[in-house]
């Protein structure tokens, strides 16, 4: 599966745990929305990456929505007092984000290395000339 598929994947997996996380604390706190929100612009980000000149762009800012995510779900994971549901939405909203970034940056790496070769061919090929 291409990145930018992945991508649109994973944004649908937030905007669905954010859903969930909503509902299931009884459609009472707006911030349960926040990981739908994230799923949002990452799902957007996937649309945009479809197109390969705009596909660099759309994957770092996608990335960068993951990691803020990820980062932004841990300070409030363990509040006491919390619905089962929103600590498990977090939990999940975590683990989503995480991953995301993991692919992302596995990905990122892959890109430079092809990039790198093709260079290498590139001139390998023209002294060869």
């Given amino acids: 599966m291409t990145m930018y598929k992945t991508t649109i994947l994973f944004g649908a997996l937030l905007i669905i745990t954010g859903l969930a996380g909503y509902l299931g604390t009884g459609s009472e706190q707006k911030t349960a929305l926040i990981p739908a929100a994230f799923g949002i612009v990452i ?27 990820a980062i932004g779900v841990v300070p409030v994971l363990f509040k006491e007092g919390q619905p089962q549901a929103a600590f498990i939405s977090k939990v999940v909203t975590l683990i989503l984000c995480v991953i ?10 892959a890109a430079r290395k092809a990039r790198e070769l093709a260079a290498q061919t590139e001139e390998d090929d023209c002294e060869g000339s």
Avoid: D, Q, T
Avoid at 49 to 55: F, I, M, Q, T
Avoid at 100 to 109: D, E, K, P, Q, T
């Fill in 43 to 69: 799902l957007i980000c996937g649309l945009l990456a479809a197109n390969e000149s705009r596909r660099m762009m759309a994957m770092h800012i996608a990335v960068l929505f993951g990691l803020l995510g």
């Fill in 100 to 109: 995301f970034v993991g692919l992302c940056i596995r990905s990122f790496i």
